[in-house]
């Protein structure tokens, strides 16, 4: 039997969130298994476009065949540049699906899991020179400190980047199990599934420059999506969460808007209801979803 690529996680809740006009111009900027593609074309009608992008070439795979579809393999950042090339300037709706995939996860050479040892890569596109290895073995100990503090979140950073740098004195760190064991003190048995993932998603996220392709991405949708259009956006961690949530917001990342005379402020978007979050079911049938936050947005 066919194991899934991916298990799309809100599927319906984002979907819905897009508010699809059948004749609209849509972009899934995280294709992926193409789950959230094959939904918004299910709701388009002959006339209606979507675009998606996918950086990761094992995505390809998954190219869904429809007059309407076109799939783009490249980084979301890059999203008006690349919408160009086909004369799209503005669109009704972009959903975007951030974070690692079923299939990233589950490829054990991907390096992306904690569950496998594999050579250390966590690429989402194989064109990206930097990898996990040279993130581990040669960044500096304080560059190593800002990457474990700033994208893992772990108030230990200092100690476990001067851990990274003595154990790759002797050799090399080229694995994912060689890393476990140069950092094995800062894993307690109760904790260390935790505490790793945190590790990993520090080193996923400078590898992909995960944050700053965010923002790329989040700049240029005041002008990309048309005044009425929506935003419909999963974030798993609390670092993309809170970039969406502020831009929403403010139409920025830190600091606040400035206001007019009456106290007003001129922000792009709108939040469009609350955060929604997968319900007890759809976290049980996929575990994965349980760190999933879904905010909608309405170009004002």
Request: charged share 30%.
């Amino acid at each position: 039997m066919k194991v899934p690529y991916h298990k799309p996680v809100l599927l319906k809740e984002s979907v819905d969130g897009l508010r699809i006009k059948e004749d609209g111009v849509y972009v899934d900027v995280t294709f992926g298994g193409g789950g959230h593609s094959r939904e918004i074309l299910s709701r388009l009608g002959e006339k209606g476009r979507l675009y998606a992008f996918d950086q990761d070439e094992d995505a390809l795979a998954n190219r869904i065949d429809d007059e309407r579809f076109v799939l783009i393999h490249e980084n979301f950042r890059h999203i008006r540049r690349f919408l160009r090339l086909y004369g799209v300037r503005k669109v009704d709706g972009v959903l975007g699906d951030f974070g690692v995939s079923s299939h990233q996860f589950d490829m054990a050479e991907r390096g992306f899991s904690t569950r496998f040892e594999a050579n250390l890569d966590m690429r989402m596109s194989r064109r990206n020179e930097l990898s996990a290895y040279e993130v581990v073995n040669e960044y500096d100990e304080e560059t190593l400190r800002r990457v474990l503090l700033q994208y893992g979140e772990l108030k230990n950073a200092r100690a476990i980047a001067r851990a990274v740098v003595e154990a790759r004195k002797a050799t090399p760190i080229h694995t994912t199990e060689a890393l476990k064991s140069a950092l094995r003190r800062f894993l307690p048995a109760h904790r260390e599934n935790k505490v790793l993932a945190q590790i990993y998603q520090a080193f996923r996220i400078e590898v992909n420059g995960e944050i700053e392709a965010l923002k790329e991405f989040l700049i240029q949708m005041p002008e990309l999506i048309k005044k009425g259009g929506y935003l419909s956006l999963i974030s798993y961690h609390s670092l993309e969460d809170r970039l969406v949530k502020r831009f929403v917001r403010n139409g920025m990342f830190e600091g606040e808007p400035e206001k007019d005379f009456y106290g007003n402020v001129d922000v792009p978007f709108k939040k469009s209801g609350g955060l929604i979050v997968p319900d007890p079911m759809e976290i049980e049938l996929n575990n994965r979803a349980r760190s999933a936050k879904l905010r909608i947005a309405e170009r004002v």
